[in-house]
């Protein structure tokens, strides 16, 4: 596609409940970038995909978090047993290769209540 | 580990004054990047930095990177209502691929 996509775009789920965020990036970047902002917060780096090697999960807060990305495209984060402070929003990018511009999406406004 | 510190945190500008943002980071900066962040939308990359004493300068935004490469500077001129929005300076975090941000500074321009 043209952009980064992300869905959904808002996310109001119950405290406990899993998540799923979804980004779909530019066709053809190798690099996937998972990250999340929240209030009043600069943004924190999550996770990184690049080609077929094995993700960088250093940034993932605790266990309850994972993401996978399939066929080299569109990646999914799950957030398992959500908690409050989870709410934040979560901003995916892509980029050609190490070092090049990235582009984000417009990311998931998540809501844990 | 490497973090980069924004200033001002905001900034309130009568339209048509000049501004500028600063990005300071604590190790040298290997690349540096610039992003303009609107509410409810993505990152829109600005401009990309690498060599020292670098400048660079799209519209009317200029950003430069010092010679130490500790620090970037991104200057509006002339500014104007569409130039309203947080703007976040980025860098590469190392080997990992990843970039790490600073806080950002939210500009407002006063009609």
């Known amino acids: 596609g043209a952009g980064v996509s992300q869905s959904p775009s808002n996310k109001v789920t119950e405290k406990g409940k899993d998540v799923e965020l979804r980004c779909d990036p530019i066709s053809g970047h190798t690099a996937l970038y998972w990250y999340r902002q929240s209030l009043g917060q600069g943004l924190e780096f999550l996770i990184y995909f690049q080609g077929n090697s094995a993700p960088d999960k250093s940034g993932l807060p605790s266990d309850r978090f994972s993401a996978e990305r399939t066929g080299g495209s569109v990646s999914t984060l799950t957030i398992q047993r959500t908690q409050q402070e989870d709410s934040a929003v979560y901003l995916c990018?892509?980029?050609?290769?190490?070092?090049?511009?990235?582009?984000f999406g417009s990311g998931t406004r998540l809501t844990v209540v | 580990s490497q973090e980069l510190e924004q200033s001002p945190q905001s900034l309130i500008v009568q339209e048509g004054k000049n501004l500028t943002i600063n990005c300071t980071s604590s190790k040298t900066l290997y690349g540096l990047y610039w992003y303009k962040q609107k509410y409810g939308e993505g990152l829109i990359f600005l401009m990309m930095l690498q060599k020292g004493g670098e400048e660079k300068s799209h519209e009317k935004i200029t950003a430069k990177l010092d010679e130490k490469k500790q620090q970037s500077s991104l200057h509006i001129t002339a500014s104007q209502p569409s130039h309203a929005g947080i703007y976040l300076c980025?860098?590469?975090?190392?080997?990992?691929?990843?970039?790490?941000f600073g806080k950002g500074t939210k500009l407002s321009v006063k009609p």
């Open positions: 990018a892509s980029s050609p290769d190490l070092g090049y511009g990235y582009t």
């Open positions: 980025g860098a590469d975090g190392g080997s990992q691929g990843n970039l790490i």
